[in-house]
C-alpha cells in the first residue's frame, strides 16, 4: 500500500494506491487519524487505486469518520472501482459515507 496527500483548500485528499489490509492498514490509520488531530477537518479519500480493502481498512475509515463528525468535520470517498463499491455495499459502509464519482464531485461535497 501506498499513501499520497495533497491539500485542495480547505480539503486534504488522500489518494490510497494497492491493498489496505491488517497487514498493511497501520501507516492510513496514522496518517488519517494525524491528520484529523492536526486540525484538518475535511478529507476525501481518492480510491481510484485502491485494489483491495479488507475489514481492516474499513474500520479505518469508519474510526476517522466518526472521529470527524465529532469534531463537526466530514469524510467523502471518491472514484471507486466498481469491486470496492461492492465491498463497501456488501459491510453496509455505502450509507454511512457519502460515495461520489469523482475527486472534483467530493470537494464540491466537502464544500458544501
Known amino acids: 500500500m501506498h499513501i499520497e496527500q495533497e491539500k485542495l483548500g480547505e480539503v486534504l485528499v488522500f489518494g490510497v494506491f494497492g491493498r489496505v489490509d491488517a497487514a498493511t492498514c497501520k501507516p492510513l490509520e496514522v496518517d488519517m487519524l494525524g491528520a484529523i488531530d492536526g486540525g484538518e477537518h475535511r478529507l476525501l479519500i481518492d480510491c481510484s487505486k ?10 479505518i475509515f469508519l474510526i ?10 466530514q469524510i467523502v470517498l471518491c472514484s471507486m472501482q466498481p469491486h470496492i463499491r461492492t465491498m463497501f455495499e456488501i459491510a453496509g459502509f455505502s450509507a454511512a459515507f457519502p460515495i461520489v464519482e ?3 464531485d467530493g470537494i464540491k461535497a466537502l464544500k458544501e
Open 50 to 59: 485502491l485494489d483491495y480493502i479488507s475489514s481492516a481498512g474499513l474500520r
Open 64 to 73: 476517522a469518520a466518526k472521529k470527524l463528525k465529532a469534531e463537526n468535520g
Open 102 to 104: 469523482s475527486q472534483d
